[in-house]
């Protein structure tokens, strides 16, 4: 079968890797329908060192059930299923808490032997647990980039917005005009808030954050952008802020533009190892909240709006290209000639 390997920062190849299959009877074998390059696949792409011993790369999938181990239940071959970002048990204390991230015998796609989602098949461990069968169709529906967004990087959007504490009513700032930020704007929506900010500087994602709910725009950036949130919010700021860019002058923007006692939802991949954490914060009595999504505890939350028609996160995709072409699909996301990939394998 082929597969997206990482050989070094810049060098993504796609190649013939061993078919996948069955290794314990808690398996899946599942055919890829949709696959896509993350924001956060850009980060190794910019800086993974040159090795001999490439890494499997994808983490967002959607696909049907090709073959199932003998302890695997409530799945049947055929099925079609979306799968969260990383894999867990479903059963160890974390996960009956609802932060299977944080699984004790869990794990990430495309590490320690398990498949990467950008490839022809994934092997998915503790398939029961992981895999989400969507209802009946086909792996052609129009549906399919709208579900496919569940697998990440709407959950990382709504992680942000949810942990923060939106309420109905109140004004929300999102930093950040990339995917997660716009699945922010959406999730902002979903939980009622009467304001959506949006800071960001690329007017198609821009246009596409007001049709997905964004009340204002801010494309200033620095302490002008942080100045006009606050003209905008009366001159307090925000109640909630969606931190979904992940380095250090989207964190101080943050703090610049929450209001005292409001909080920060931060899910953006940090790059920096310190940040505006001091006396400040203290003072003002700021939430600093987020992490990494628990995608498969939001994914049944989410799924009936998708398929009521209310939300569309699929738009996010603004370019679609074939397993072969996923190399140009890194280096285009990297140049910021399209928003978000989808890959058709």
Sequence with gaps: ???????????VRVEDVPDTRIQQPTDAVVRVVASCVCGSDL?????????????????EFLGTVEELGSEVTGLAVGDLVVAPFVWADGTCEYCRSGLP??????????????????????????AAANLVKLPDG???SALVPDLLTLSDVLCTGYHAAHTAGVQKGESVAVIGDGAVGLSGVIAAKL?????IILLGRHTQRTDLGREFGATDVVAERGEEGETRVRELTGGLGAHRVLECVGTEQALTTAYATVRDGGAIGRVGVPQ??????????????ITLTGGVAPARTYIDQLLPHILS??????????????LDEVPD????MNDREALKVLIQP
């Design 1 to 11: 079968m082929k597969a997206t390997l990482l050989y070094a920062a810049g060098d």
């Design 43 to 59: 980060w190794p792409y910019k800086s993974a060192p040159a090795t001999d011993h490439p890494r499997h790369m994808g983490h």
């Design 101 to 126: 991230t944080s699984c004790l015998h869990g794990g990430q796609w495309g590490l320690n032997g398990v498949d990467g989602g950008q490839g022809e098949a994934v092997r998915v461990p503790f």
């Design 138 to 140: 086909t792996p052609d």
């Design 191 to 195: 939980l009622g808030a009467e304001q």
């Design 272 to 285: 920096y190892a310190q940040g505006p954490i001091g006396m400040n914060m203290i003072m003002r009595n």
């Design 309 to 322: 028609g209310e939300i569309h996160p699929g738009k996010v995709f603004d370019r679609t290209v074939t």
């Design 329 to 332: 699909a890194y280096r285009a």
